[in-house]
């Protein structure tokens, strides 16, 4: 059985296009991940900033 050229560039298309998306989705998790950190510090550091009203 001869494999059909179509068949080969088709099935190495669709390797690529899921490691770019699987690298996308990782980068994007990623950024998240760090800016919610970020948030999450600036938060802390305004808190213990301000001083408590009675």
Do not use: N
């Amino acid at each position: 059985m001869v494999e059909s050229p179509f068949l080969s560039i088709l099935a190495l298309f669709a390797v690529v296009l899921l490691v770019v998306v699987t690298g996308g989705i990782s980068y994007l998790t990623l950024a998240d991940w760090r800016d919610r950190r970020r948030r999450d510090e600036e938060k802390r550091t305004t808190r213990s900033a301000t001083p408590k009203r009675r």
